[in-house]
């Protein structure tokens, strides 16, 4: 491994620590409280001579006062998102909190656009899995040490509303940065022959999957059971939810019996929303098919543009019949392949059953980079069992799978492509070496927005954190 300059050094690390504070810090805006102003006269007019804190406020940006108990209550955040905080200071998360602060007052200036319904939306998906985590209301209420449900939500809505308003700002000002091919080959030019990264082993692989057709008869048996389902709702015998919570095979949703609050955006299948959107409050759709299973939905309350609705999924069983069929079915194309009858790409084109990988010629695509390749330290603990020992162009067993809902299948994975551990590499590591230069032009410009915006905002910090050295120029020195 090659030694990096100092100048290679910082670019890469200024990058990756702007962004892991970006990601790291992005739930601690839950521990910090909007404080109104008449809040901040009550404490400047505290007796001076008892020389206590009233929870010590430390500083002002814009409208926003930050106390040193948030400054604890990050510590806290980190450590339960299991998080190191043995290299974090005081200072260091006093400088992110401000920059919380003052992306979410810019953002009010700007007319941002966050809208009450959003914030909810946000507020109850959240309260849905902390309620799961912790195991009831009263205990996440009782956790934030909050008096009432009602305390708790009206502060709940504050957080989220401000943490909102800060992510919005910042995805405006990195929207607005794009780069050149230019700019990118500039970048690269800029680093000393002797300090270029180096770039650790990759591979491409592709996978060719088999569904097993389910039985018509079994298909009939699903769509029986909801129709039965929906008889009893609406005889009054059961209600909606209790069914889901009983029946349905949908993991996400089945606890909560099956909930959902959704928008024509909402990122649903098609078939779901179009069935969805047709109903009327207090009306259950016939059993319909999806990618998913089968399903029966139930409209709660339409407000506007969303629906809250109640759904129920099963799955059609496959026999062992149907499982040998589509066994034996990619085991005879795994042979067609190796006795070069047909390429694994054409295979994967004209009978692979999985649309998303089916066009590409059953190429994966890396879900962090975006790209074909995935570096070998960095790659799905089980993709990487299954493909590490292969050798370019060799094919696996046929590997029996579980898809996302439920669904077994079965698969065959090649390797397209291996490459090894190089320096980089302009033409061959084009899209990291864009995302480095683009990362580095997103800085420079988040930067230069602090620079500006601090000039023309009122900044106050108090006490021993104007001994700080901060990042930005908080100081206005």
């Known amino acids: 491994m090659r030694s990096k300059s100092i ?19 992005s739930g601690t805006a839950m521990a910090q409280e909007i404080i109104k102003e008449n809040a901040v006269d009550t404490i400047k007019k505290a007796p001076s001579a008892k020389k206590q804190k009233i929870d010590g406020i430390i500083a002002k940006v814009g409208d926003y006062i930050i106390l040193d108990s948030d400054i604890d209550k990050s510590y806290l955040e980190i450590s339960s998102q299991g998080g190191s905080i043995k290299d974090i200071t005081r200072c260091q998360i006093l400088g992110k909190i401000m920059e919380d602060k003052l992306y979410a007052h810019q953002a009010v200036i700007d007319s941002v656009k966050v809208t009450d319904s959003e914030v909810k939306s946000m507020m109850d998906e959240r309260l849905s899995y902390m309620v799961e ?43 607005e940065v794009d780069i050149t091919p230019e700019e990118v080959r500039d970048f690269f030019k800029k680093i000393p022959t002797a300090d270029l990264p180096v770039f650790g082993a990759e591979m491409e692989v592709a996978q060719i999957v088999v569904t097993p057709k389910v039985s018509e008869a079994e298909k009939q048996k699903v769509i029986d059971k909801l129709n039965e389902f929906k008889k009893e709702v609406q005889a009054g015998e059961s209600s909606f939810a209790t069914k889901a919570v009983l029946y349905s095979q949908d993991p996400g949703s089945r606890a909560t019996g099956g909930f959902y609050k959704m928008t024509k955006k909402t990122p649903f299948v098609k078939e779901f929303k179009e069935v969805a959107f047709s109903l009327q409050e207090g009306e259950i ?72 990988t089916r066009a590409n010629g059953g190429a994966l695509i890396n879900p962090k980079t975006q790209d074909t390749r995935f570096e070998l330290t960095k790659m799905d603990p089980t993709l990487y069992s299954r493909v590490s020992n292969l050798k370019e162009g060799e094919i696996t067993s046929p590997i029996m799978d ?5 669904k077994k299948k079965y698969k065959i994975i090649t390797v397209t492509n291996r490459i090894n551990e190089h320096t980089a590499d302009y033409a061959k590591d084009y899209i990291k070496i864009k995302d480095l230069a683009l990362k580095e032009k997103q800085i420079k410009a988040i930067g230069k927005w602090f620079d500006d915006k601090i000039k023309d905002t009122y900044i106050r910090v108090n006490g021993e954190y104007r001994d700080c050295t901060f990042t930005n120029n908080w100081l206005k020195k």
Request: proline share 2%; glycine share 2%.
């Open 285 to 356: 759709s016939e059993p319909f098919e999806t990618d998913f299973g089968y399903h029966i939905i139930y409209v709660e309350k339409i407000k506007g543009q969303e629906v809250e609705l109640r759904h129920i999924l099963l799955i059609p069983s496959v026999t062992p019949e149907d499982l040998k069929e589509a066994k034996e079915k990619i085991t005879l194309i795994k042979k067609r392949i190796e006795d070069k009858e047909i390429t694994f790409d054409k295979a994967a084109k004209t009978m692979s059953d999985e649309k998303e």
């Open 7 to 25: 100048q290679m050094k910082s670019i890469i690390n200024t990058i990756a620590f702007v962004f892991f504070l970006f990601l790291f810090f």
């Open 402 to 406: 579980d898809d996302q809902s439920g």
């Open 133 to 175: 985590q912790i195991g009831s209301m009263d205990k996440v209420v009782k956790y934030y040490k909050k008096n009432t449900e009602e305390d708790f939500r009206s502060y709940f809505f504050d957080v989220l509303k401000e943490q909102k308003l800060t992510s919005e700002m910042q995805k405006k000002i990195i929207d």
